[in-house]
């Protein structure tokens, strides 16, 4: 063998077992998931490399966006709310009746995402299309550039700006029929949100849905029965979700190894831990196998520094329940190989035990990030049409 075919050899093995991940059985198209996710390392490393540098990484991610453009049944705009960036959908036909809305929240770990993203693109396009429905598509600062509570106070300028009675006639929108949507980070965004508006007395108007899909609500125990079955599991690995909550509230590192460890709530705030003890709101099946240790606590200096992990803006399973009754009816989507997944099913229990209507859809076959991929993959387009009638049926 020369040896060239002898490098050829090599590299193709090199490639394949980057490429190859172990999956599930039950995974469709696990080829095609696999370079998907070895798609989606790089594109980490490139990212890390680029920050190492100094070199913005939107440079990278631009190639994401795509420009607010009008088709044959949508009407695409970029506008402010509040000062805050939003591109809005709008059904091109006109009609003598007020329309549903949806106020959508990009997720990405409070550190990357975009409305413009061709993936929150085709989601608003098919929202304002399917639904006859207006769709408001909210981006927020980012971290590290910014930490929490700006992006929460962001998404908030934005939904209270809409909320008002002159935009929403402006937008032709009926204030009975108003859903507030989030998917990952976007989906702790919108349950915050939704708890903080129930308290709001400036706010008359207040939303009918709110739906959470594969939510981030906890920022307090990071050793639940998901993060310890799927900690490397594609697309959102234990790690990389470490790094997404720590950097919502800092760029110190301290922080972000005391979350690894799941070392960082103080003996002081042992009392929420009430809200988020999967070992008594997790649905039996998800507990078969794990048992449930009591929290080793961190220096109470993390929390003096860095409240913000133990604040319900950030964190909303920490309500409490005279909280959790006033909310509405409330869509959660979880995914079976997600790190996050208990956070959505924890959240599921409480609400339901507070009198709260909770429609569960529990997608038994798929990652984090089922419906930002319904271009490629057969089970997010079906997971996508099921959520799209829901959201017909029931907004």
Same mark, same amino acid.
């Given at each position: 063998?020369?040896?060239?075919?002898?490098?050829?050899?090599?590299?193709?093995?090199?490639?394949?077992?980057?490429?190859?991940?172990?999956?599930?059985?039950?995974?469709?198209?696990?080829?095609?998931?696999?370079?998907?996710?070895?798609?989606?390392? /790089?594109?980490?490393?490139?990212?890390?490399?680029?920050?190492?540098?100094?070199?913005?990484?939107?440079?990278?991610?631009?190639?994401?966006?795509?420009?607010?453009?009008?088709? %044959?049944?949508?009407?695409?705009?970029?506008?402010?709310?509040?000062?805050?960036?939003? #591109? /809005?959908?709008?059904?091109?036909?006109?009609?003598?009746?007020?329309?549903?809305?949806?106020?959508?929240?990009?997720?990405?770990?409070?550190?990357?995402?975009?409305?413009?993203?061709?993936?929150?693109?085709?989601?608003?396009?098919?929202?304002?299309?399917?639904?006859?429905?207006?769709?408001?598509?909210?981006?927020?600062?980012?971290?590290?550039?910014?930490?929490?509570?700006?992006?929460?106070?962001?998404?908030?300028?934005?939904?209270?700006?809409?909320?008002?009675?002159?935009?929403?006639?402006?937008?032709?929108?009926?204030?009975?029929?108003?859903?507030? %949507?989030?998917?990952?980070?976007?989906?702790?965004?919108?349950?915050?949100?939704?708890?903080?508006?129930?308290?709001?007395?400036? /706010?008359? @108007?207040?939303?009918?849905? $709110?739906?959470? @899909?594969?939510?981030?609500? $906890?920022?307090?125990?990071?050793?639940?029965?998901?993060? #310890?079955?799927?900690?490397?599991?594609?697309?959102? #690995?234990?790690?990389?979700?470490? /790094?997404?909550?720590?950097?919502?509230?800092?760029?110190?590192?301290?922080?972000?190894?005391?979350?690894?460890?799941? $070392?960082?709530?103080?003996?002081?705030?042992?009392?929420?831990?009430?809200?988020?003890?999967?070992?008594?709101?997790?649905?039996?099946?998800?507990?078969?196998?794990?048992?449930?240790?009591?929290?080793?606590?961190?220096?109470?200096?993390?929390?003096?520094?860095?409240?913000?992990?133990?604040?319900?803006?950030?964190?909303?399973?920490?309500?409490?329940?005279?909280?959790? $009754?006033?909310?509405?009816?409330?869509?959660?989507?979880?995914?079976?190989?997600?790190?996050?997944?208990?956070?959505?099913?924890?959240?599921?229990?409480?609400?339901?035990?507070?009198?709260?209507?909770?429609?569960?859809?529990?997608?038994?076959?798929?990652?984090?990030?089922?419906?930002?991929?319904?271009?490629?993959?057969?089970?997010?387009?079906?997971?996508?049409?099921?959520?799209?009638?829901?959201?017909?049926?029931?907004?």
């Amino acid at each position: 063998m020369g040896k060239k075919s002898l490098y050829l050899v090599i590299s193709c093995v090199l490639l394949a077992s980057f490429v190859y991940a172990p999956l599930p059985d039950n995974i469709e198209q696990p080829w095609k998931l696999m370079m998907t996710w070895a798609t989606m390392r /790089v594109q980490i490393h490139l990212l890390r490399l680029l920050d190492t540098l100094g070199v913005p990484s939107s440079v990278l991610l631009y190639l994401y966006e795509v420009p607010p453009t009008s088709d %044959a049944n949508v009407i695409v705009t970029d506008t402010l709310f509040n000062k805050v960036p939003v #591109r /809005v959908f709008e059904p091109k036909q006109k009609l003598s009746t007020m329309r549903r809305a949806v106020f959508y929240i990009h997720g990405g770990g409070w550190t990357l995402g975009d409305a413009a993203w061709y993936p929150y693109d085709d989601l608003g396009r098919q929202m304002a299309d399917k639904l006859d429905a207006v769709v408001i598509s909210t981006n927020y600062r980012l971290s590290p550039q910014y930490h929490f509570p700006t992006q929460f106070e962001d998404v908030y300028d934005a939904l209270r700006w809409f909320l008002r009675k002159n935009v929403l006639a402006e937008y032709g929108v009926d204030p009975t029929r108003i859903c507030i %949507a989030g998917d990952s980070a976007g989906g702790n965004l919108a349950a915050a949100a939704t708890q903080q508006l129930l308290d709001d007395p400036e /706010v008359q @108007i207040k939303v009918k849905i $709110q739906s959470l @899909i594969y939510p981030a609500l $906890q920022a307090l125990d990071m050793d639940l029965p998901s993060y #310890r079955e799927n900690a490397h599991m594609p697309i959102l #690995r234990k790690t990389e979700m470490v /790094v997404f909550w720590s950097t919502y509230f800092t760029s110190d590192k301290a922080l972000e190894e005391a979350m690894l460890a799941n $070392q960082h709530t103080p003996v002081e705030s042992s009392h929420l831990f009430q809200f988020v003890n999967w070992s008594t709101l997790l649905p039996e099946r998800f507990k078969k196998g794990h048992l449930y240790t009591n929290p080793i606590h961190g220096p109470s200096d993390l929390a003096t520094k860095y409240p913000g992990f133990l604040d319900v803006r950030a964190s909303p399973l920490l309500a409490d329940d005279s909280k959790l $009754q006033g909310l509405p009816l409330t869509h959660i989507l979880t995914c079976q190989y997600d790190v996050l997944r208990d956070d959505g099913l924890m959240y599921a229990s409480r609400l339901r035990a507070a009198g709260v209507q909770v429609a569960h859809e529990h997608v038994e076959d798929w990652f984090h990030g089922v419906l930002s991929f319904a271009r490629y993959f057969r089970a997010s387009h079906r997971e996508l049409r099921k959520y799209l009638k829901w959201l017909e049926e029931n907004l």
